[in-house]
């Protein structure tokens, strides 16, 4: 299973469209990187997401599905992620996602596989794609494995069965 460890105040700084409301308007912010990151996991549902926020907002929820938030009230949201690397990095398949270079190079340590916010933001809503385009096709149900077979792939199995005498 794959997790993403997101330094979220980080990733919210480096996206256009949230950058200009972190120190306006913070829970909103919070809510449209969530809102991303909820479209996303309809098209990647095995994928977990571990977003650690600065301070503390009531007015965020801090969990759905696919996603956990984690507030670091008075202590930085680095060093929150710090402190789970150590005690969880061998546990699963971890992605840390920041650009602060003290901190993926904290996880490359750990022998994390480390992204910039910027190759995330790429990797979860493309620039190419229009907002509402993205949250369109979230809308929609996607799978990473198909609900079922195809007749065709069925068949195909089949004689595959025969051939090697298992029929």
């Given amino acids: ?3 993403y460890l997101i330094d979220g105040t980080n990733v919210l700084y480096k996206n256009k469209n949230t950058a200009k409301y972190v120190s306006k308007d913070y829970a ?13 996991s309809t098209r990647f ?8 926020f ?15 938030i984690e507030w670091s009230f008075s202590r930085t949201a680095d060093e929150l992620i710090r402190d789970y690397v150590r005690h969880n990095y061998e546990q699963h398949e971890y992605v840390l996602v ?7 190079n904290f996880g490359r340590i ?16 493309p620039e190419k794609i229009s907002a509402p385009s993205i949250y369109k096709a979230a809308s929609q149900q996607y799978h990473e494995k198909p609900s079922s077979a195809s ?7 089949l004689q595959l069965f025969k051939d090697a005498g298992e029929f």
């Fill in 1 to 3: 299973m794959r997790i």
């Fill in 28 to 40: 909103s912010a919070c809510n449209s990187l969530i809102y991303m990151l909820k479209a996303y």
């Fill in 45 to 52: 549902p095995s994928f977990k997401f571990l977003i650690f």
């Fill in 54 to 68: 600065d301070g503390y907002n009531e007015s965020v929820p801090t969990s759905y599905r696919n996603i956990q």
């Fill in 98 to 104: 920041s650009s602060d270079l003290e901190v993926h």
């Fill in 110 to 125: 750990h022998s994390l596989e480390a992204i910039t916010s910027k190759q995330f933001l790429a990797t979860i809503a």
């Fill in 151 to 157: 007749r065709k792939e069925v068949s195909r199995m």
